[in-house]
């Protein structure tokens, strides 16, 4: 069972930067960021695929944040600068069983696999 680990969270002022990242038990196909704020669906924020050549954003953060990969410690991150109240959320990280790429983005109903997720506040 793979199993997903975020952690780099935390209460940032706007402006100010984050990273996040999220461990892999074992190597994974694409790996996608959702964010969720209470009372709202899980958000699409970005998506890396495997080898690390394909990277998608969603139009809130594009130019602000930025995913990468290292698959020899199977850890993905997101760089988040230029941060805003709005980006407030809990970040989780997913992915699924089967090979996947980042063309779109997918419903959160389609990943098998979930971190716990990691809180991300800003505020002033």
């Known amino acids: 069972q793979l199993q997903l680990v975020e952690s780099g969270g935390g209460l940032v002022q706007p402006g100010g930067s984050l990273r996040l990242s999220c461990a892999a038990s074992g190597f994974t196909t694409a790996i996608n960021w959702f964010r969720q704020v209470p009372g709202k669906e899980r958000e699409a924020v970005s998506c890396?695929?495997?080898?690390?050549?394909?990277?998608k954003y969603a139009d809130s953060v594009k130019g602000r944040f930025t995913i990468s990969r290292d698959n020899a410690k199977n850890t993905v991150y997101l760089q988040m600068n230029s941060l805003k109240p709005e980006d407030t959320a809990v970040y989780y990280c997913?992915?699924?069983?089967?090979?996947?790429?980042?063309?779109?983005?997918?419903?959160?109903?389609?990943?098998?696999?979930w971190g716990q997720g990691t809180q991300v506040t800003v505020s002033s």
């Open positions: 997913a992915t699924r069983r089967i090979y996947s790429s980042c063309r779109s983005f997918l419903s959160p109903d389609e990943y098998d696999y």
């Open positions: 890396i695929s495997s080898s690390g050549g394909i990277t």
